[in-house]
Nanobody, 124 residues
C-alpha cells in the first residue's frame, strides 16, 4: 500500500488548508485511516482518525472543532480539512493506514502504512 500526502504549505494564523492522502490500494475502502503530525524536536502525535467505513471520526483535543477528517472510498482518498490554524499546528503531517477492516487506533505503532509527509507552516 502506498500513501501520497499533499496539500501542505504556508498559511497565516486563522487560515485554512486541506490535506489529501491518496492510496494505491484497491481495498482502500476497508482501511481505517489516520493523520499524525510531527513538529521539530517533538514526537509524532495523533491528530485525527476515521473508521474504514468513513462514518466515525476521532480527533485529538488540540484540534477538535477546527479540523475535520473525511474519507472518500470512491476516490481512494482521505482528507484533513484544517480551519482556524494556529502557530502550534506547524508540523509535518503524515497520513497512515491500518490493516483491512481493523478498528480505529490512536497509537503510532498501530498503523501499518505511512505516507511521506507534507509540511504545514502557520505564520503570524
Amino acid at each position: 500500500v502506498q500513501l501520497q500526502a499533499s496539500g501542505g504549505g504556508l498559511v497565516q494564523a486563522g487560515g485554512s488548508l486541506r490535506l489529501s492522502c491518496a492510496a494505491s490500494a484497491r481495498t482502500f475502502s476497508s482501511f481505517p485511516m489516520g493523520w499524525y503530525r510531527q513538529a521539530p524536536g517533538k514526537e509524532r502525535e495523533f491528530v485525527a482518525a476515521i473508521s474504514w467505513s468513513g462514518d466515525r471520526p476521532y480527533y485529538a483535543d488540540s484540534v477538535k472543532g477546527r479540523f475535520t477528517i473525511s474519507k472518500d472510498n470512491a476516490k481512494n482518498t482521505v482528507y484533513l480539512q484544517m480551519n482556524s490554524l494556529k502557530l502550534e499546528d506547524t508540523a509535518v503531517y503524515y497520513c497512515a493506514a491500518r490493516a483491512s477492516h481493523s478498528t480505529v487506533a490512536f497509537g503510532v505503532e498501530e498503523y501499518d502504512y505511512w505516507g511521506q509527509g507534507t509540511l504545514v507552516t502557520v505564520s503570524s
